[in-house]
Protein backbone atom coordinates (compact mmCIF):
# COMPACT_ATOMS: atom_id res chain seq x y z
CA UNK A 1 0.00 0.00 0.00
CA UNK A 2 0.91 3.51 -0.74
CA UNK A 3 0.74 6.45 1.51
CA UNK A 4 -2.42 6.26 3.45
CA UNK A 5 -4.31 9.35 2.52
CA UNK A 6 -6.05 11.13 5.46
CA UNK A 7 -9.00 13.33 5.64
CA UNK A 8 -9.26 15.85 8.58
CA UNK A 9 -12.44 17.41 10.29
CA UNK A 10 -11.59 19.91 12.64
CA UNK A 11 -13.29 23.28 13.23
CA UNK A 12 -10.52 24.43 15.52
CA UNK A 13 -7.80 25.60 12.59
CA UNK A 14 -4.85 25.38 14.85
CA UNK A 15 -5.85 21.67 15.69
CA UNK A 16 -5.94 21.07 12.37
CA UNK A 17 -2.86 22.59 11.53
CA UNK A 18 -0.97 21.18 14.05
CA UNK A 19 -2.12 17.50 12.93
CA UNK A 20 -1.51 17.87 9.53
CA UNK A 21 1.92 18.51 10.09
CA UNK A 22 2.16 15.65 12.60
CA UNK A 23 0.74 13.32 10.71
CA UNK A 24 2.25 14.44 7.01
CA UNK A 25 5.51 14.06 9.27
CA UNK A 26 4.75 10.55 10.25
CA UNK A 27 4.53 9.17 6.55
CA UNK A 28 0.96 9.96 5.59
CA UNK A 29 -0.96 12.26 3.30
CA UNK A 30 -3.66 14.48 4.08
CA UNK A 31 -5.84 14.91 1.39
CA UNK A 32 -8.11 17.25 2.69
CA UNK A 33 -9.38 19.69 5.27
CA UNK A 34 -12.75 20.27 6.32
CA UNK A 35 -14.27 22.10 9.56
CA UNK A 36 -17.76 21.16 9.67
CA UNK A 37 -20.15 18.15 9.20
CA UNK A 38 -21.62 18.80 5.87
CA UNK A 39 -18.39 20.06 4.27
CA UNK A 40 -16.66 16.50 5.45
CA UNK A 41 -19.32 14.23 3.62
CA UNK A 42 -18.76 16.12 0.49
CA UNK A 43 -14.90 16.25 1.26
CA UNK A 44 -15.32 12.30 2.32
CA UNK A 45 -17.54 10.96 -1.03
CA UNK A 46 -14.93 12.93 -3.75
CA UNK A 47 -11.82 12.65 -2.20
CA UNK A 48 -12.46 8.97 -1.32
CA UNK A 49 -9.76 8.57 1.99
CA UNK A 50 -8.85 6.08 3.44
CA UNK A 51 -8.89 7.04 6.82
CA UNK A 52 -10.92 10.16 8.79
CA UNK A 53 -9.54 11.99 11.65
CA UNK A 54 -13.24 13.44 12.94
CA UNK A 55 -13.29 16.01 15.48
CA UNK A 56 -16.86 15.45 17.67
CA UNK A 57 -17.94 18.85 18.29
CA UNK A 58 -17.94 20.78 14.75
CA UNK A 59 -19.41 23.94 14.22
CA UNK A 60 -22.93 24.44 12.89
CA UNK A 61 -25.65 22.34 13.64
CA UNK A 62 -24.18 18.65 12.66
CA UNK A 63 -21.39 17.68 14.70
CA UNK A 64 -18.74 14.72 13.81
CA UNK A 65 -21.12 12.01 15.04
CA UNK A 66 -23.66 13.01 12.60
CA UNK A 67 -21.38 13.24 9.76
CA UNK A 68 -19.71 9.78 10.63
CA UNK A 69 -23.66 8.50 10.02
CA UNK A 70 -23.66 9.90 6.44
CA UNK A 71 -20.32 9.01 5.70
CA UNK A 72 -20.94 5.32 7.01
CA UNK A 73 -24.51 4.94 5.38
CA UNK A 74 -22.70 5.66 1.63
CA UNK A 75 -19.02 4.88 2.04
CA UNK A 76 -16.64 2.42 3.75
CA UNK A 77 -14.18 4.86 5.18
CA UNK A 78 -12.67 3.85 9.11
CA UNK A 79 -13.21 6.90 10.97
CA UNK A 80 -11.25 7.87 14.20
CA UNK A 81 -12.90 10.35 16.59
CA UNK A 82 -11.22 13.25 17.89
CA UNK A 83 -12.34 14.01 21.51
CA UNK A 84 -11.56 16.96 24.13
CA UNK A 85 -12.00 15.21 28.14
CA UNK A 86 -14.80 17.54 28.39
CA UNK A 87 -16.69 15.70 25.49
CA UNK A 88 -16.48 12.35 26.35
CA UNK A 89 -20.34 12.20 27.06
CA UNK A 90 -20.44 12.19 23.13
CA UNK A 91 -18.25 8.73 23.03
CA UNK A 92 -21.72 6.53 23.67
CA UNK A 93 -23.58 8.03 20.88
CA UNK A 94 -20.43 7.50 18.58
CA UNK A 95 -19.86 3.81 19.64
CA UNK A 96 -22.83 3.11 16.83
CA UNK A 97 -21.14 4.42 13.90
CA UNK A 98 -18.60 2.29 14.34
CA UNK A 99 -15.53 4.17 14.72
CA UNK A 100 -11.95 2.58 14.97
CA UNK A 101 -10.59 4.48 17.63
CA UNK A 102 -11.22 7.69 19.86
CA UNK A 103 -8.28 10.08 20.24
CA UNK A 104 -8.75 12.30 22.94
CA UNK A 105 -7.01 15.40 22.62
CA UNK A 106 -4.14 17.27 22.80
CA UNK A 107 -2.70 14.33 21.36
CA UNK A 108 -0.05 12.28 21.53
CA UNK A 109 1.74 11.96 18.32
CA UNK A 110 3.00 8.68 19.14
CA UNK A 111 -0.87 6.81 20.20
CA UNK A 112 -2.30 9.24 16.63
CA UNK A 113 -0.21 7.08 14.83
CA UNK A 114 -0.72 3.77 16.81
CA UNK A 115 -4.38 4.26 16.26
CA UNK A 116 -4.55 5.33 12.31
CA UNK A 117 -1.77 1.82 11.64
CA UNK A 118 -4.56 -0.29 14.17
CA UNK A 119 -7.41 1.49 12.18
CA UNK A 120 -6.13 0.97 8.64
CA UNK A 121 -5.43 -2.54 9.56
CA UNK A 122 -9.06 -3.34 10.81
CA UNK A 123 -10.68 -1.65 8.03
CA UNK A 124 -8.34 -3.75 5.67
CA UNK A 125 -9.57 -7.01 7.63
CA UNK A 126 -13.16 -5.49 7.47
CA UNK A 127 -12.93 -5.13 3.50
CA UNK A 128 -11.63 -8.57 3.06
CA UNK A 129 -13.75 -10.25 5.46
CA UNK A 130 -16.74 -8.20 3.97
CA UNK A 131 -15.33 -9.40 0.27
CA UNK A 132 -15.22 -13.29 1.49
CA UNK A 133 -18.57 -12.57 2.93
CA UNK A 134 -20.18 -11.68 0.18
CA UNK A 135 -18.52 -14.01 -1.98
CA UNK A 136 -20.16 -16.68 0.31
CA UNK A 137 -23.27 -15.24 -0.22
CA UNK A 138 -23.45 -15.22 -3.96
CA UNK A 139 -22.01 -18.52 -4.16
CA UNK A 140 -25.08 -19.82 -1.81
CA UNK A 141 -27.55 -17.88 -3.37
CA UNK A 142 -26.22 -18.98 -7.05
CA UNK A 143 -26.85 -22.70 -6.13
CA UNK A 144 -29.50 -24.22 -7.54
CA UNK A 145 -29.49 -26.51 -4.17
CA UNK A 146 -30.91 -25.50 -1.40
CA UNK A 147 -28.92 -24.17 1.46
CA UNK A 148 -29.79 -23.28 5.01
CA UNK A 149 -28.97 -22.91 8.79
CA UNK A 150 -31.14 -24.02 12.11
CA UNK A 151 -30.21 -23.55 15.64
CA UNK A 152 -29.80 -26.37 17.87
CA UNK A 153 -33.62 -26.81 18.22
CA UNK A 154 -34.01 -27.07 14.07
CA UNK A 155 -35.41 -23.67 13.87
CA UNK A 156 -34.47 -22.73 10.64
CA UNK A 157 -31.89 -19.54 10.62
CA UNK A 158 -31.03 -19.16 7.34
CA UNK A 159 -32.00 -20.34 3.58
CA UNK A 160 -31.00 -19.56 0.04
CA UNK A 161 -33.37 -18.01 -2.76
CA UNK A 162 -33.62 -21.96 -4.04
CA UNK A 163 -34.34 -22.54 -0.72
CA UNK A 164 -37.58 -20.63 -0.84
CA UNK A 165 -38.82 -21.23 -4.75
CA UNK A 166 -37.84 -25.04 -4.09
CA UNK A 167 -40.62 -25.41 -0.93
CA UNK A 168 -42.71 -22.68 -1.52
CA UNK A 169 -42.23 -20.58 1.22
CA UNK A 170 -42.00 -16.73 1.85
CA UNK A 171 -40.13 -14.51 3.77
CA UNK A 172 -42.81 -13.78 5.81
CA UNK A 173 -42.90 -17.53 6.62
CA UNK A 174 -39.61 -18.14 7.47
CA UNK A 175 -39.97 -14.40 9.69
CA UNK A 176 -42.56 -16.03 11.58
CA UNK A 177 -40.68 -19.45 11.92
CA UNK A 178 -40.10 -22.20 10.45
CA UNK A 179 -38.11 -25.65 11.56
CA UNK A 180 -35.87 -27.73 9.48
CA UNK A 181 -38.67 -31.03 10.28
CA UNK A 182 -41.10 -29.17 8.86
CA UNK A 183 -39.59 -29.52 5.78
CA UNK A 184 -39.28 -33.52 6.24
CA UNK A 185 -42.15 -35.38 5.17
CA UNK A 186 -44.41 -36.96 8.41
CA UNK A 187 -43.05 -40.19 7.75
CA UNK A 188 -39.22 -39.24 7.67
CA UNK A 189 -39.66 -36.91 10.54
CA UNK A 190 -38.24 -39.61 12.93
CA UNK A 191 -35.64 -40.53 11.67
CA UNK A 192 -34.25 -36.87 10.62
CA UNK A 193 -35.00 -36.31 13.94
CA UNK A 194 -31.89 -38.81 15.39
CA UNK A 195 -29.99 -38.25 12.60
CA UNK A 196 -30.41 -34.21 13.24
CA UNK A 197 -29.54 -35.20 17.17
CA UNK A 198 -26.34 -37.19 15.67
CA UNK A 199 -24.67 -34.91 13.46
CA UNK A 200 -25.02 -32.30 17.22
CA UNK A 201 -23.52 -35.10 18.77
CA UNK A 202 -20.29 -34.55 15.99
CA UNK A 203 -21.05 -38.03 14.05
CA UNK A 204 -20.93 -37.45 10.64
CA UNK A 205 -23.35 -38.76 8.30
CA UNK A 206 -23.01 -38.90 4.62
CA UNK A 207 -26.05 -37.53 2.43
CA UNK A 208 -28.93 -39.05 3.82
CA UNK A 209 -32.02 -39.20 1.53
CA UNK A 210 -35.63 -38.31 2.46
CA UNK A 211 -38.65 -37.61 1.37
CA UNK A 212 -39.23 -33.46 1.92
CA UNK A 213 -42.35 -31.67 1.82
CA UNK A 214 -43.31 -28.30 0.37
CA UNK A 215 -45.52 -25.80 1.72
CA UNK A 216 -48.40 -27.13 0.06
CA UNK A 217 -47.77 -30.62 1.32
CA UNK A 218 -46.92 -32.38 -1.79
CA UNK A 219 -43.21 -34.24 -1.46
CA UNK A 220 -40.42 -34.71 -3.52
CA UNK A 221 -37.31 -37.11 -2.90
CA UNK A 222 -34.08 -35.16 -1.49
CA UNK A 223 -30.49 -35.93 -0.11
CA UNK A 224 -29.47 -33.68 2.72
CA UNK A 225 -26.03 -33.47 3.46
CA UNK A 226 -25.23 -31.45 6.84
CA UNK A 227 -22.73 -30.70 9.35
CA UNK A 228 -22.71 -28.64 12.87
CA UNK A 229 -22.15 -25.14 13.37
CA UNK A 230 -19.33 -25.10 15.93
CA UNK A 231 -19.42 -22.03 18.12
CA UNK A 232 -16.76 -20.75 20.53
CA UNK A 233 -16.30 -24.74 20.63
CA UNK A 234 -20.54 -25.60 21.00
CA UNK A 235 -22.26 -26.79 18.73
CA UNK A 236 -25.45 -24.43 18.37
CA UNK A 237 -27.06 -25.43 15.10
CA UNK A 238 -26.67 -26.87 11.51
CA UNK A 239 -25.80 -26.07 8.35
CA UNK A 240 -26.50 -28.33 4.89
CA UNK A 241 -27.68 -28.55 1.81
CA UNK A 242 -30.17 -30.48 0.19
CA UNK A 243 -30.37 -31.82 -3.52
CA UNK A 244 -33.56 -32.39 -5.15
CA UNK A 245 -33.07 -36.00 -6.29
CA UNK A 246 -36.50 -36.49 -8.38
CA UNK A 247 -34.47 -36.11 -11.97
CA UNK A 248 -32.18 -38.78 -10.62
CA UNK A 249 -34.73 -41.22 -9.46
CA UNK A 250 -36.83 -40.75 -12.60
CA UNK A 251 -33.79 -42.00 -14.60
CA UNK A 252 -33.06 -45.23 -12.31
CA UNK A 253 -36.30 -45.93 -12.66
CA UNK A 254 -36.70 -45.62 -16.51
CA UNK A 255 -32.64 -47.57 -16.57
CA UNK A 256 -34.92 -50.00 -14.49
CA UNK A 257 -37.65 -50.44 -16.79
CA UNK A 258 -35.41 -50.41 -20.13
CA UNK A 259 -33.79 -52.94 -18.08
CA UNK A 260 -36.27 -55.38 -17.40
CA UNK A 261 -38.26 -54.89 -20.99
CA UNK A 262 -35.65 -56.07 -22.70
CA UNK A 263 -35.21 -58.77 -20.21
CA UNK A 264 -38.75 -59.76 -21.28
CA UNK A 265 -38.03 -59.28 -25.06
CA UNK A 266 -35.30 -61.63 -24.77
CA UNK A 267 -37.47 -64.19 -22.35
CA UNK A 268 -40.40 -64.41 -24.40
CA UNK A 269 -38.32 -64.58 -27.86
CA UNK A 270 -36.33 -67.30 -26.55
CA UNK A 271 -38.79 -69.42 -25.48
CA UNK A 272 -41.35 -68.83 -28.23
CA UNK A 273 -38.57 -69.48 -31.05
CA UNK A 274 -37.06 -72.58 -28.97
CA UNK A 275 -40.95 -73.94 -29.11
CA UNK A 276 -41.14 -73.10 -32.57
CA UNK A 277 -37.49 -75.12 -33.25
CA UNK A 278 -38.71 -78.06 -30.70
CA UNK A 279 -41.48 -78.54 -33.53
CA UNK A 280 -39.22 -78.12 -36.25
CA UNK A 281 -36.53 -80.22 -35.30
CA UNK A 282 -39.04 -82.70 -33.76
CA UNK A 283 -40.35 -83.36 -37.67
CA UNK A 284 -37.06 -83.30 -38.97
CA UNK A 285 -36.17 -86.25 -36.41
CA UNK A 286 -39.13 -87.73 -37.20
CA UNK A 287 -38.34 -87.82 -41.16
CA UNK A 288 -34.87 -89.38 -40.21
CA UNK A 289 -36.72 -92.02 -38.26
CA UNK A 290 -39.12 -93.36 -40.66
CA UNK A 291 -38.42 -96.27 -42.38
CA UNK A 292 -39.40 -95.26 -45.90
CA UNK A 293 -37.28 -92.42 -45.90
CA UNK A 294 -35.11 -91.82 -48.92
CA UNK A 295 -31.38 -92.42 -47.77
CA UNK A 296 -30.18 -90.04 -50.29
CA UNK A 297 -31.85 -86.68 -48.75
CA UNK A 298 -30.79 -88.03 -45.35
CA UNK A 299 -27.99 -85.61 -45.26
CA UNK A 300 -30.13 -82.49 -46.53
CA UNK A 301 -32.44 -82.73 -43.30
CA UNK A 302 -29.61 -83.54 -41.11
CA UNK A 303 -27.78 -80.11 -42.35
CA UNK A 304 -31.75 -78.23 -41.43
CA UNK A 305 -31.64 -80.33 -38.56
CA UNK A 306 -28.17 -78.95 -37.27
CA UNK A 307 -29.42 -75.23 -38.05
CA UNK A 308 -32.14 -75.07 -36.10
CA UNK A 309 -29.81 -76.39 -33.21
CA UNK A 310 -27.49 -73.38 -33.85
CA UNK A 311 -30.47 -71.27 -33.77
CA UNK A 312 -30.91 -72.36 -30.26
CA UNK A 313 -26.87 -71.56 -29.61
CA UNK A 314 -27.84 -68.57 -30.20
CA UNK A 315 -30.57 -67.51 -28.20
CA UNK A 316 -28.44 -68.93 -25.33
CA UNK A 317 -25.66 -67.63 -26.12
CA UNK A 318 -28.05 -64.04 -26.16
CA UNK A 319 -29.50 -65.21 -22.90
CA UNK A 320 -26.41 -65.52 -21.12
CA UNK A 321 -24.53 -62.66 -22.08
CA UNK A 322 -27.91 -60.50 -20.72
CA UNK A 323 -26.95 -62.38 -17.51
CA UNK A 324 -23.15 -61.33 -17.55
CA UNK A 325 -24.00 -57.84 -18.45
CA UNK A 326 -26.98 -57.41 -15.97
CA UNK A 327 -24.41 -58.37 -13.76
CA UNK A 328 -26.49 -60.65 -12.01
CA UNK A 329 -24.25 -63.55 -11.46
CA UNK A 330 -22.46 -63.29 -8.06
CA UNK A 331 -18.51 -64.30 -7.80
CA UNK A 332 -17.00 -66.58 -5.25
CA UNK A 333 -14.01 -68.03 -5.25
CA UNK A 334 -14.25 -71.71 -7.30
CA UNK A 335 -11.36 -74.16 -8.73
CA UNK A 336 -10.66 -73.48 -12.58
CA UNK A 337 -10.31 -77.29 -13.02
CA UNK A 338 -14.16 -78.78 -13.36
CA UNK A 339 -15.10 -75.70 -15.53
CA UNK A 340 -11.83 -76.63 -17.77
CA UNK A 341 -12.60 -80.38 -17.68
CA UNK A 342 -16.10 -80.29 -18.58
CA UNK A 343 -15.25 -77.77 -21.65
CA UNK A 344 -12.91 -80.25 -22.63
CA UNK A 345 -15.12 -83.46 -22.40
CA UNK A 346 -17.65 -81.08 -24.77
CA UNK A 347 -14.46 -79.90 -27.08
CA UNK A 348 -13.51 -83.58 -27.77
CA UNK A 349 -17.47 -84.54 -28.24
CA UNK A 350 -17.47 -82.44 -31.97
CA UNK A 351 -16.79 -85.57 -34.24
CA UNK A 352 -13.08 -84.69 -34.56
CA UNK A 353 -9.94 -86.14 -33.58
CA UNK A 354 -8.91 -83.84 -30.46
CA UNK A 355 -5.77 -84.14 -28.48
CA UNK A 356 -6.00 -81.14 -25.90
CA UNK A 357 -2.91 -81.20 -23.25
CA UNK A 358 -3.17 -79.31 -19.90
CA UNK A 359 -1.01 -79.01 -16.91
CA UNK A 360 -4.47 -77.63 -15.01
CA UNK A 361 -5.16 -80.00 -11.92
CA UNK A 362 -7.76 -80.33 -9.68
CA UNK A 363 -7.71 -77.59 -6.34
CA UNK A 364 -4.63 -76.10 -6.93
CA UNK A 365 -5.75 -73.09 -9.32
CA UNK A 366 -8.40 -70.91 -7.92
CA UNK A 367 -10.12 -67.87 -8.97
CA UNK A 368 -12.87 -65.11 -8.45
CA UNK A 369 -15.78 -66.43 -10.47
CA UNK A 370 -19.10 -68.26 -10.93
CA UNK A 371 -20.23 -70.90 -13.18
CA UNK A 372 -19.67 -68.94 -16.19
CA UNK A 373 -16.37 -69.71 -16.56
CA UNK A 374 -17.39 -72.71 -18.46
CA UNK A 375 -18.82 -70.65 -21.19
CA UNK A 376 -14.97 -69.63 -21.31
CA UNK A 377 -13.32 -71.94 -21.45
CA UNK A 378 -15.98 -73.93 -24.36
CA UNK A 379 -16.18 -71.05 -26.70
CA UNK A 380 -12.24 -71.33 -26.67
CA UNK A 381 -11.53 -74.44 -26.64
CA UNK A 382 -14.49 -74.91 -29.83
CA UNK A 383 -13.61 -72.21 -31.96
CA UNK A 384 -9.89 -73.96 -31.65
CA UNK A 385 -11.26 -76.99 -33.37
CA UNK A 386 -13.70 -75.02 -35.29
CA UNK A 387 -11.29 -73.03 -37.25
CA UNK A 388 -8.44 -76.20 -37.23
CA UNK A 389 -8.68 -78.24 -40.74
CA UNK A 390 -5.57 -80.51 -39.88
CA UNK A 391 -6.47 -84.38 -39.29
CA UNK A 392 -5.73 -84.19 -35.72
CA UNK A 393 -6.93 -81.27 -33.58
CA UNK A 394 -4.31 -80.25 -31.30
CA UNK A 395 -4.64 -77.65 -28.80
CA UNK A 396 -2.35 -76.86 -25.56
CA UNK A 397 -3.65 -75.20 -22.42
CA UNK A 398 -1.00 -73.47 -20.37
CA UNK A 399 -1.12 -72.03 -17.12
CA UNK A 400 1.22 -69.92 -15.20
CA UNK A 401 1.10 -67.31 -12.66
CA UNK A 402 1.26 -63.13 -14.06
CA UNK A 403 4.31 -61.71 -13.17
CA UNK A 404 2.29 -59.00 -10.39
CA UNK A 405 1.12 -62.77 -8.88
CA UNK A 406 -2.39 -61.32 -9.36
CA UNK A 407 -3.82 -63.39 -12.05
CA UNK A 408 -3.64 -67.09 -13.35
CA UNK A 409 -2.33 -66.87 -17.00
CA UNK A 410 -4.21 -69.47 -19.09
CA UNK A 411 -2.97 -69.67 -22.92
CA UNK A 412 -4.70 -71.59 -25.24
CA UNK A 413 -2.40 -72.41 -28.51
CA UNK A 414 -4.24 -73.73 -31.30
CA UNK A 415 -2.77 -74.35 -34.54
CA UNK A 416 -5.71 -73.23 -36.88
CA UNK A 417 -5.55 -70.81 -39.33
CA UNK A 418 -4.71 -67.79 -37.21
CA UNK A 419 -5.79 -64.42 -37.03
CA UNK A 420 -5.27 -61.22 -39.06
CA UNK A 421 -4.30 -58.29 -37.02
CA UNK A 422 -6.92 -56.37 -37.93
CA UNK A 423 -9.22 -59.49 -36.95
CA UNK A 424 -7.30 -59.75 -33.09
CA UNK A 425 -8.46 -56.66 -32.25
CA UNK A 426 -12.43 -56.65 -32.90
CA UNK A 427 -12.86 -60.63 -32.59
CA UNK A 428 -14.30 -59.54 -28.88
CA UNK A 429 -16.26 -56.90 -29.39
CA UNK A 430 -19.40 -58.13 -31.47
CA UNK A 431 -21.46 -55.35 -29.36
CA UNK A 432 -19.27 -53.24 -30.44
CA UNK A 433 -19.94 -53.97 -33.90
CA UNK A 434 -23.71 -54.15 -33.45
CA UNK A 435 -23.88 -52.22 -36.89
CA UNK A 436 -21.96 -54.24 -39.04
CA UNK A 437 -23.00 -57.05 -40.89
CA UNK A 438 -23.43 -60.02 -38.90
CA UNK A 439 -20.79 -62.99 -40.12
CA UNK A 440 -18.04 -64.48 -38.27
CA UNK A 441 -17.55 -66.56 -35.16
CA UNK A 442 -20.91 -65.03 -33.65
CA UNK A 443 -21.24 -64.71 -30.05
CA UNK A 444 -19.29 -66.82 -28.37
CA UNK A 445 -15.83 -64.61 -27.94
CA UNK A 446 -17.88 -62.11 -26.87
CA UNK A 447 -19.08 -63.77 -24.46
CA UNK A 448 -15.74 -64.91 -23.20
CA UNK A 449 -14.75 -61.81 -23.22
CA UNK A 450 -18.05 -60.11 -20.77
CA UNK A 451 -17.55 -63.21 -18.55
CA UNK A 452 -13.63 -62.76 -17.92
CA UNK A 453 -14.25 -58.78 -17.65
CA UNK A 454 -17.11 -59.27 -15.50
CA UNK A 455 -14.51 -61.08 -13.06
CA UNK A 456 -11.71 -58.51 -13.34
CA UNK A 457 -9.57 -60.28 -15.71
CA UNK A 458 -9.02 -59.89 -19.15
CA UNK A 459 -8.81 -61.82 -22.60
CA UNK A 460 -6.88 -60.74 -26.02
CA UNK A 461 -5.39 -62.99 -28.65
CA UNK A 462 -1.73 -63.28 -29.95
CA UNK A 463 0.22 -65.01 -32.74
CA UNK A 464 1.25 -68.30 -31.16
CA UNK A 465 4.45 -68.23 -32.91
CA UNK A 466 5.12 -64.42 -33.48
CA UNK A 467 5.43 -63.03 -36.51
CA UNK A 468 3.54 -65.29 -38.25
CA UNK A 469 0.12 -65.95 -38.21
CA UNK A 470 -0.22 -68.69 -39.94
CA UNK A 471 1.20 -71.05 -37.31
CA UNK A 472 -2.32 -70.95 -35.06
CA UNK A 473 -3.26 -68.46 -32.30
CA UNK A 474 -2.62 -67.98 -28.76
CA UNK A 475 -5.73 -66.85 -26.73
CA UNK A 476 -4.32 -65.43 -23.22
CA UNK A 477 -6.64 -65.14 -19.70
CA UNK A 478 -5.93 -63.66 -17.48
CA UNK A 479 -8.52 -64.43 -14.05
CA UNK A 480 -8.06 -62.92 -10.44
CA UNK A 481 -6.76 -65.06 -8.20
CA UNK A 482 -9.13 -66.24 -5.74
CA UNK A 483 -6.73 -66.65 -2.78
CA UNK B 1 -45.02 -99.19 -25.32
CA UNK B 2 -46.29 -96.92 -22.17
CA UNK B 3 -49.51 -94.92 -21.67
CA UNK B 4 -48.71 -91.09 -22.45
CA UNK B 5 -50.25 -87.92 -21.17
CA UNK B 6 -49.31 -84.50 -23.07
CA UNK B 7 -49.73 -81.42 -20.78
CA UNK B 8 -48.55 -78.38 -23.35
CA UNK B 9 -50.40 -75.45 -24.70
CA UNK B 10 -48.75 -75.05 -27.99
CA UNK B 11 -51.24 -77.59 -30.60
CA UNK B 12 -48.51 -78.19 -32.71
CA UNK B 13 -46.57 -80.04 -30.53
CA UNK B 14 -49.10 -82.02 -29.27
CA UNK B 15 -49.37 -83.20 -32.61
CA UNK B 16 -45.58 -83.49 -32.68
CA UNK B 17 -45.38 -85.87 -29.77
CA UNK B 18 -48.87 -87.79 -30.81
CA UNK B 19 -46.94 -88.43 -34.49
CA UNK B 20 -43.50 -89.27 -32.86
CA UNK B 21 -44.74 -91.60 -29.92
CA UNK B 22 -47.40 -93.43 -31.85
CA UNK B 23 -44.71 -94.02 -34.67
CA UNK B 24 -42.46 -95.77 -32.03
CA UNK B 25 -45.37 -97.77 -30.25
CA UNK B 26 -46.48 -95.61 -27.26
CA UNK B 27 -50.47 -94.57 -26.64
CA UNK B 28 -51.54 -91.32 -26.06
CA UNK B 29 -54.06 -91.87 -23.57
CA UNK B 30 -54.47 -87.68 -22.90
CA UNK B 31 -54.00 -84.38 -23.66
CA UNK B 32 -54.30 -81.15 -21.54
CA UNK B 33 -54.01 -77.75 -22.74
CA UNK B 34 -53.31 -76.10 -19.81
CA UNK B 35 -52.93 -77.23 -16.13
CA UNK B 36 -56.39 -76.96 -14.82
CA UNK B 37 -57.34 -78.88 -17.73
CA UNK B 38 -54.92 -81.44 -16.87
CA UNK B 39 -55.83 -82.29 -12.97
CA UNK B 40 -59.24 -82.04 -13.87
CA UNK B 41 -58.02 -84.86 -16.47
CA UNK B 42 -56.17 -86.73 -14.24
CA UNK B 43 -58.95 -86.71 -11.71
CA UNK B 44 -61.15 -88.58 -14.40
CA UNK B 45 -58.85 -91.28 -15.45
CA UNK B 46 -60.06 -94.66 -14.39
CA UNK B 47 -55.76 -95.78 -15.10
CA UNK B 48 -53.47 -93.25 -14.53
CA UNK B 49 -50.96 -92.60 -17.19
CA UNK B 50 -47.52 -93.92 -17.02
CA UNK B 51 -45.92 -90.88 -18.17
CA UNK B 52 -46.91 -87.74 -18.20
CA UNK B 53 -44.83 -84.75 -20.41
CA UNK B 54 -45.30 -81.71 -18.99
CA UNK B 55 -44.47 -77.77 -20.03
CA UNK B 56 -43.93 -75.22 -18.26
CA UNK B 57 -45.04 -71.81 -19.46
CA UNK B 58 -48.97 -72.17 -19.87
CA UNK B 59 -51.98 -70.08 -19.73
CA UNK B 60 -53.50 -70.27 -16.34
CA UNK B 61 -51.65 -72.72 -13.80
CA UNK B 62 -47.59 -73.23 -15.07
CA UNK B 63 -46.11 -76.37 -14.92
CA UNK B 64 -44.47 -76.38 -11.86
CA UNK B 65 -48.08 -75.21 -10.09
CA UNK B 66 -49.33 -78.53 -11.77
CA UNK B 67 -46.66 -80.74 -11.19
CA UNK B 68 -47.36 -80.05 -7.73
CA UNK B 69 -51.23 -80.56 -7.63
CA UNK B 70 -50.95 -83.95 -9.99
CA UNK B 71 -48.38 -85.34 -7.43
CA UNK B 72 -50.88 -84.52 -4.84
CA UNK B 73 -53.39 -86.77 -6.74
CA UNK B 74 -51.02 -89.62 -7.55
CA UNK B 75 -47.68 -89.29 -5.74
CA UNK B 76 -46.63 -92.05 -8.19
CA UNK B 77 -46.53 -90.21 -11.49
CA UNK B 78 -44.29 -90.23 -13.56
CA UNK B 79 -43.33 -86.89 -14.85
CA UNK B 80 -40.65 -85.72 -18.05
CA UNK B 81 -40.43 -81.81 -18.24
CA UNK B 82 -40.38 -80.56 -21.67
CA UNK B 83 -39.85 -76.90 -21.33
CA UNK B 84 -38.11 -73.89 -22.89
CA UNK B 85 -37.51 -72.43 -19.47
CA UNK B 86 -34.51 -73.74 -18.09
CA UNK B 87 -34.36 -71.98 -15.07
CA UNK B 88 -37.32 -73.78 -13.72
CA UNK B 89 -35.31 -77.07 -14.06
CA UNK B 90 -33.93 -77.47 -10.21
CA UNK B 91 -37.10 -76.35 -9.11
CA UNK B 92 -39.00 -79.10 -11.18
CA UNK B 93 -36.51 -82.02 -10.33
CA UNK B 94 -36.76 -80.92 -6.58
CA UNK B 95 -40.59 -81.40 -6.68
CA UNK B 96 -40.29 -84.69 -8.03
CA UNK B 97 -40.18 -84.59 -11.85
CA UNK B 98 -38.30 -87.40 -13.26
CA UNK B 99 -36.67 -85.52 -16.26
CA UNK B 100 -36.16 -82.27 -17.34
CA UNK B 101 -35.37 -81.70 -21.23
CA UNK B 102 -35.08 -78.18 -22.56
CA UNK B 103 -36.52 -77.45 -25.53
CA UNK B 104 -35.59 -77.90 -28.71
CA UNK B 105 -34.17 -81.47 -27.03
CA UNK B 106 -33.61 -84.08 -29.72
CA UNK B 107 -36.50 -86.57 -29.68
CA UNK B 108 -33.92 -89.16 -28.90
CA UNK B 109 -33.87 -88.33 -25.96
CA UNK B 110 -37.70 -87.91 -24.85
CA UNK B 111 -37.84 -91.50 -26.17
CA UNK B 112 -35.03 -92.77 -24.23
CA UNK B 113 -36.37 -91.14 -21.20
CA UNK B 114 -39.46 -92.56 -21.46
CA UNK B 115 -37.86 -95.97 -22.37
CA UNK B 116 -36.45 -95.81 -19.12
CA UNK B 117 -39.04 -94.94 -16.68
CA UNK B 118 -41.14 -98.09 -17.70
CA UNK B 119 -38.38 -100.29 -17.54
CA UNK B 120 -38.23 -99.19 -13.86
CA UNK B 121 -41.00 -99.91 -12.89
Request: aromatic share 8%; proline share 3%; charged share 30%.
Amino acid sequence: MGKARILIVEDEAVVAENLEMAITDGGYEVVGRADNADDAVNAASELKPDLILMDIVLSGKKNGIDASYEIKEKLDIPVIFLTAYSDFKFVDKAKNTEPYAYIVKPFQEGQLFASIEMALYKSQIAKRLKASEAKFRDLTELLPQTVFETDERGNLTFTNRTGFDCFGYTQDDFEGGLTVLQMISPEDRDRAKENIGKVLKGEYLNGVEYLVQRKDGSTFPAIIYSTPIIHENKRVGLRGVLIDIIGRKQAERRIEEEYRRAEFYIDLMSHDINNASQVTSGYLDLLLRMPEFPPKFRKHVEIALNHVRKSSKIISDVKTLSEVQLGEAELTRIDIYPAFASAVETAMSQSRDVEINSDITEGRYFIRGNAMLFSVFSNLLTNAVKFDRHDIVKIDVDISSSDDDLYWKLEFKDQGRGISDHYKKIIFNRLERAGESAQGTGLGLTIAKYIVESYGGSVWVEDRVRGDRTMGSNFILLLPKGG
Amino acid sequence: MATIFIVDDEPTLHELYCDLLEMCGHDIVAEAYDGEEAVELLKTMDEPPEVVIMDHRMPGKDGIETTKELLEINPDLKIIFASADKAVKDDALALGACDFLSKPFPIDDLLTEIEELIAAV
